[in-house]
């Protein structure tokens, strides 16, 4: 079983659709999650950091769920530059300075 | 401006030849680190060091090595010794610690002729 385990997608949706992504993690002592976004043949990009009070960034929402391992991410209201590939990563713990990246979600939003 | 910078952006090799990627930031981050990105795949972890003068392997170093000589560079040679040397290559840096994000470079990509 991978550490890291994403929805293995792909997901297409029409825009203004609501999405949502999930990822499972096997190290309960991990210490830091976050959501990177990646274009195609390009680098990753820190898209946002979630913690488990849950945080919200205009129309991206992220949420832990410690007790269940697992994180998600949901888009609302869909746009075309949406279209990218989600990864989810996870720091820390019994891997202290390391970080275990997911293999990622595609998301592809139609007109 | 602040960021990473890896250098080339398109490298081609022969078979059995050595080669060296190289990786500078000026954020002045103690961590960096080396990535592995296979088409359709997720990244690998090859090498990574939180400190000057200090690395560790990661999941996929067989076939690599790296130096951390200087805070601001890290650079990757990827060795005859590695099988499938073909992939895209990834350096990121972060402050260190388990509570802190990585940023990317732009990576290097490698093909082996």
């Known amino acids: 079983r991978k550490e890291v385990e994403q929805d293995p997608g792909p997901f297409n949706v029409p825009e203004g659709a609501t999405v949502a992504f999930n990822c499972t993690y096997s190290?309960?002592?991990?210490?830091?999650f976050f959501w990177y976004r990646q274009d195609c043949r390009k680098e990753p990009k820190l898209l946002m950091s979630?913690?488990?009070s849950g945080n919200e960034d205009g129309r991206f929402t992220a949420q832990l769920n410690r007790a269940s391992q697992y994180i998600s991410l949901l888009i609302r209201d869909s746009k075309l530059s949406d279209s990218a590939t989600y990864l989810c990563?996870?720091?820390?713990?019994?891997?202290?300075?390391?970080?275990?990246f997911g293999d990622g979600t595609t998301l592809t939003v139609k007109p | 401006d602040g960021g990473i910078t890896q250098s080339p952006k398109y490298l081609f090799r022969k078979e059995g030849q050595n080669v060296t990627l190289s990786c500078e930031q000026n954020?002045?981050?103690?961590?960096m680190y080396w990535y592995r990105q296979d088409p359709g795949q997720g990244l690998r972890l090859i090498y990574y060091?939180?400190?000057?003068?200090?690395?560790q392997k990661g999941d996929i170093a067989e076939g690599y090595s790296v130096s951390r000589e200087k805070k601001e560079s890290f650079p990757l040679t990827v060795t005859s010794a590695q099988k499938n040397p073909t992939a895209f290559y990834l350096c990121?840096?972060?402050?260190?610690?388990?509570?802190?994000?990585?940023?990317f470079g732009p990576g290097t990509r490698l093909t082996v002729l």
């Open positions: 990563v996870v720091n820390g713990g019994t891997n202290a300075g390391k970080s275990t």
């Open positions: 954020l002045n981050h103690d961590a």
């Open positions: 190290n309960s002592a991990s210490q830091s």
């Open positions: 060091s939180q400190i000057v003068n200090d690395f």
């Open positions: 979630v913690y488990s």
């Open positions: 990121a840096s972060s402050i260190g610690g388990d509570y802190n994000e990585q940023f």
